[in-house]
């Protein structure tokens, strides 16, 4: 197809007449005349080189190539409507949040404080360590380890954060290492020698390990104090201290949908020492 010359408009009109089966009843549907009709048809054939339409007193016939451009066409057809569509009545807004794993974790154990009572708002919770670009919408809502500094970004400070060791009682004083690219993950990397219980690629792993006893891990205090298997056997690290910020862009923190999901974040991870 040479696009310089085949426009959408052209394609919508073949569409009319494909479907109708004849010029006069696709003018009707198209709001132009039957010769423009017939004038566009023809030069669409010309500049796609396919033979499109039989012509004969009862109409317009599609030919094999015909059948073929109107089946790809009505496919594309569709993919707009469902691009374009409205939301359904009672369909609930989607909003993407962006954490790393820890305050994932928590982000999904206070899911019903965040959809609402009854929900109004639908999440979907994107857990990757590395940073999401608000501004492209990667995401909509990210928690951060810092301020914002990028245009365009907003920010909330929501609380301080602190890492500390965590055991089962009964566990070998054996740290889990975690192969990662995370702050903790890189002090572990720098400070603990090969005495090790285990080495995982995912810091959930980690939790799941000191949990089932075999070993400590280095966890925020918010999710090792919640944990009831689990208790501190050391003190913070102060290194690892940071702040937790929300990070929206400044024009979709407005949407009615995305400031109900802020509001809520803030009562669930302000009151408390939260992670990143």
């Known amino acids: 197809m040479n696009e310089k010359q085949v426009a959408w408009g052209d394609l919508s009109l073949f569409l009319a007449v494909a479907r109708e089966g004849g010029l006069s009843a696709a003018a009707r549907t198209a709001r132009c005349s039957p010769a423009t009709l017939g004038r566009r048809m023809l030069a669409l054939e010309r500049a796609l080189g396919r033979e ?3 012509r004969h007193d009862r109409g317009y016939e599609l030919t094999a190539e015909g059948r073929r451009l109107l089946a790809d066409l009505e496919a594309v057809e ?19 949040i962006s954490a790393g794993t820890w305050t994932t974790l928590r982000l999904l154990d206070a899911l ?33 380890n810092r301020r914002p500094t990028s245009e365009g970004l907003a920010g909330r400070k929501l609380a301080d954060v602190e890492f500390a060791p965590f055991a089962a009682p009964g566990a070998p004083r054996l740290w889990i290492k975690v ?10 990397d720098a400070h603990v020698g090969e005495e090790v219980s285990c080495e995982v690629s995912a810091p959930r ?16 205090t ?5 944990q009831k298997g689990l208790r501190r ?9 940071h702040e937790q910020w929300l990070v929206t862009h400044r024009d979709d923190r407005h949407l009615p949908e995305v400031r109900r999901a802020i509001d809520r974040l803030c009562r669930v991870l302000a009151p408390t020492r939260g992670g990143s």
């Open 222 to 226: 918010f999710l090792g104090d919640a």
């Open 205 to 220: 792993n980690s939790l799941d390990l000191a949990l089932a006893g075999k070993g400590m891990a280095l966890l925020p």
């Open 52 to 54: 499109l339409f039989v």
């Open 112 to 144: 019903d404080d965040i959809v609402g009572t009854p929900p109004d708002v639908r999440l979907r919770f994107i857990s990757a360590e590395a940073v999401l670009d608000i501004a492209h919408r990667e995401t909509a809502i990210g928690l951060r």
């Open 233 to 241: 056997v050391g003190d913070t690290i102060p290194e690892l201290a």
């Open 179 to 188: 192969a990662a690219d995370t702050p903790s993950a890189l002090w572990l």
């Open 78 to 96: 569709a993919g707009i409507g469902r691009a374009t569509r409205a939301p359904r009545r009672g369909e609930r807004p989607l909003v993407k």
